[in-house]
């Protein structure tokens, strides 16, 4: 049987503009990233996300980030922009995120004392859960990381690692914790929202190398 985890996916998230969505299409990313939190500097508007959306070839998901929205506006954008996958960065509750009757990711950002087996059992329904570095005060994108070596083994749901990664420290970071996934922003960006096609292109590589590297210490 295939190693279901011989490729490690990638989404790069806090896209803006239909140009960078197809540069990071052609470069093979599994994923792109719409920032539905108004206090972010990679927010979009519904328009701008479906802009964004209608630009996609087939086969690249696309994933709408909230952050403890309400109900009423998490359903104002599902009415208006064709999301793949959901993630939840904030405090929302099992039972919110499976109000929308669509696959969801939960963000965790990573501290002292986090259960990661309680989340894991509190969102059981989740299709992941992407574990982030924690900033007081920040949800997400804060460019920082966490460290990696104290990251608990857990089973039964697919691990995102997010959390200040970039094409200089993902092969590293994958070669570490073997996620199923690895989430970017800030670390292929010209300017915060504005990605940059060479930047993408590296980290690309990087986690080309560190599937390679992982391949390497299975077979050792």
Request: net charge negative.
């Amino acid at each position: 049987m295939p190693d279901a985890h011989a490729r490690t996916r990638v989404k790069i998230c806090g896209i803006t503009r239909p140009q960078d969505a197809l540069a990071a299409a052609a470069l093979g990313v599994d994923a792109i990233g719409l920032v539905f939190w108004p206090s972010s500097p990679r927010a979009v508007s519904a328009a701008q996300a479906r802009e964004v959306v209608a630009s996609l070839p087939p086969f690249v998901s696309t994933v709408g980030l909230f952050v403890n929205a309400t109900q009423n506006e998490l359903e104002a954008v599902l009415d208006q922009v064709p999301l793949d996958l959901l993630q939840f960065h904030g405090d929302e509750s099992p039972e919110f995120c499976r109000s929308a009757r669509r696959p969801y990711l939960k963000a965790v950002r990573m501290r002292p004392g986090v259960d990661l087996d309680r989340l894991v059992g509190a969102y059981a329904d989740a299709a992941g859960l992407l574990v982030d570095a924690y900033v007081a005060g920040m949800p997400g994108g804060t460019g920082e990381t966490f460290d990696w070596d104290a990251l608990p083994s857990v089973s039964g749901v697919p691990l995102v690692l997010a959390g200040g990664l970039a094409p200089g420290n993902v092969a590293d970071a994958i070669r570490r914790v073997g996620p199923w996934a690895v989430d970017v922003s800030g670390g292929v960006e010209s300017a915060k929202g504005i990605k940059d096609a060479v930047k993408m292109a590296a980290f690309m590589q990087g986690v080309k190398d560190g599937d390679r590297e992982r391949g390497t210490q299975r077979g050792a």
